[in-house]
T-cell receptor, first 114, second 113 residues
């Protein structure tokens, strides 16, 4: 079946502009996660959704970052007033609700802030 | 605060030989560990996992070993194949925050003919 889909695959934006990143999880997966990977770094947790609610937003780096999920499916990650340090690959993942089911990642959105 | 560490940024191994990737963690609450494999321009793909109640899990050419007292795990790939060339990430989670995986920085594996 279809995997996790993210769009756009690449985004170049000017410093100070807002961007929206989209994630379409695997159908039926109730949990959805956003991670980011900066150059040469491991994956950094940003936020987790169970259904439409976000029990854990602890990884969002600042109040410029927000995310929502609607209909228990598609999620958007919004970065306002982008800064150069926001440049990274933003990865979305989803998983089944069963205990210890692994995360399935999309191919990510590469964000470059100039 | 890096709770999961992969101290070898790269590993080169000959085709057919064993690849051993190492991972250390600091949080004693971690009870589930995973390895992911990542090719360029793709998302990480799940490879193998192990629960803290086990010390070994095997799946084909891939075996993960867990040493809880040392807070250390390793991934063995036998035999290594050219298609195994990728970045391998170690990840860990605690039961009360499943899915909030802590990742290591990754190890780039290159399998040479």
């Amino acid at each position: 079946g279809a995997g996790v889909s993210q769009s756009p695959s690449n985004k170049v934006t000017e410093k100070g502009k807002d961007v929206e990143l989209r994630c379409d999880p695997i159908s039926g997966h109730t949990a959805l996660y956003w991670y980011r990977q900066s150059l040469g770094q491991g994956l950094e947790f940003l936020i987790y959704f169970q259904g439409n609610s976000a029990p854990d937003k602890s990884g969002l780096p600042s109040d410029r970052f927000s995310a929502e999920r609607t209909g228990g499916s598609v999620s958007t990650l919004t970065i306002q007033r982008t800064q150069q340090e926001d440049s990274a690959v933003y990865l979305c993942a989803s998983r089944e609700s069963s205990y210890n089911s692994p995360l399935h990642f999309g191919n990510g959105t590469r964000l470059t802030v100039t | 605060d890096q709770q999961v560490k992969q101290n070898s940024p790269s590993l080169s191994v000959q085709e057919g030989r064993i690849s051993i990737l190492n991972c250390d963690y600091t949080n004693s609450m971690f009870d589930y560990f995973l390895w992911y494999k990542k090719y360029p321009a793709e998302g990480p793909t799940f490879l193998i996992s192990i629960s803290s109640i086990k010390d070994k899990n095997e799946d084909g050419r891939f075996t993960v070993f867990l040493n809880k007292s040392a807070k250390h795990l390793s991934l063995h790939i036998v035999p290594s194949q050219p298609g195994d060339s990728a970045v391998y990430f170690c990840a860990a989670s605690a039961t009360d925050s499943w899915g909030k995986l802590q990742f290591g920085a990754g190890t780039q594996v290159v399998v040479t003919p």
